[in-house]
C-alpha cells in the first residue's frame, strides 16, 4: 500500500488492479466497504462496475457477536490493547503467531525458565500489545500450553527490538529451526522491568500458578460442555 495506490479513484482502482491485473470474477465484501481515493465509492458503485466488468459482488451483513458488531478496527484494537479474549471471540478462533524457532541468548534456562524464540517472517504481521500471555502450540502432534512473553525484556536487555519468547509446560522437546503456530489465550500482565533476575525469576513461578489455574479453568468449561451436548443429545 503506497501513497501513489492510495490516490487511485474507484474507477482507476477497480479497472486497473481487480479488473486487468486479478482478473476478479467474484467480489465478496462487507456492507459498510469503501474505497478509492478518500474511500468515495461504496459497494452500490461496486455493483455498477460489476455489472459493466462482468464480475459479481456478494455483501455481507452485520456480524454480531454478544450484540456488538464484528469489525476488523475492532479485533485490530482488542489485540493493540492485549484483550486477546475479546478478538478471540470476535474472530471465531485463537489468534496466532506463527514463525521458525531461532536462538536466543539463553537467559531463560539459567532461571529455570526455558524459552523458545519465535522469529515472525513477516513484516505485516500484527503483533499484540507488549506483555505476558497465556498460550498452546501443537508440536509432534501434541498440545502443550505456555507463558508467551512479548516486548523487550526490559529486566535483561537495553535493546528495544521486540522478541516474542515462549516457556511451555511439561515440555523436553529440541525444536530449533521448527515453525511453530502459538494461539493465544489470555493475558497474564504487562511486561515490567524488574530490580534483578531473581525477582524477575519470582514473578514467573506466579505467573505459571497463574496460568495453570487458568489452563485449568479451560478444561473445566470444556468438559462441561461436552456434558451438556451428550444430556442434549440424549433428549433428543
Given at each position: 500500500f503506497t501513497k501513489s495506490f492510495s490516490r487511485l479513484s474507484a474507477l482507476e482502482y477497480?479497472?486497473?488492479?481487480?479488473?486487468?491485473?486479478?482478473?476478479?470474477?467474484?467480489?465478496?465484501?462487507?456492507?459498510?466497504h469503501h474505497f478509492g481515493r478518500n474511500r468515495t465509492a461504496n459497494i452500490e458503485d461496486l455493483r455498477e462496475y460489476g455489472d459493466f466488468y462482468g464480475f459479481e459482488v456478494t455483501e455481507i451483513m452485520p456480524q454480531e457477536v454478544d450484540d456488538v458488531a464484528v469489525s476488523s478496527t475492532k479485533i485490530r484494537n482488542a489485540l493493540f490493547k492485549g484483550d486477546v479474549k475479546i478478538a478471540n471471540k470476535f474472530l471465531g478462533y485463537n489468534f496466532s503467531l506463527t514463525g521458525k524457532v531461532k536462538k536466543g541468548r539463553g537467559i531463560g534456562s539459567t532461571i529455570d525458565f526455558p524459552t523458545a524464540n519465535i522469529n515472525i517472517e513477516e513484516p505485516y504481521k500484527l503483533i499484540p500489545n507488549s506483555g505476558v500471555y497465556l498460550i498452546k502450540a501443537?508440536?509432534?502432534g501434541l498440545y502443550f500450553f505456555g507463558m508467551m512473553n512479548i516486548g523487550n525484556n526490559p529486566t535483561v536487555s537495553e535493546d528495544n527490538r521486540t522478541n516474542i519468547e515462549v516457556h511451555?509446560?511439561?515440555f523436553n522437546y529440541d525444536i530449533y529451526g521448527e515453525v511453530i503456530k502459538v494461539e493465544l489465550l489470555d493475558y497474564l500482565r504487562n511486561e515490567i522491568k524488574f530490580p534483578s533476575v531473581l525477582a524477575l525469576k519470582?514473578?514467573?513461578?506466579?505467573?505459571e500458578i497463574n496460568a495453570k489455574h487458568l489452563i485449568d479453568l479451560i478444561f473445566k468449561i470444556w468438559f462441561a460442555n461436552i456434558q451438556l451436548i451428550k444430556f442434549v443429545f440424549k433428549l433428543a
Open positions: 477497480v479497472r486497473d488492479v481487480l479488473v486487468n491485473k486479478l482478473k476478479v470474477k467474484h467480489i465478496i465484501v462487507g456492507y459498510d501443537m508440536i509432534k511451555f509446560f511439561d519470582e514473578q514467573l513461578k506466579k505467573d
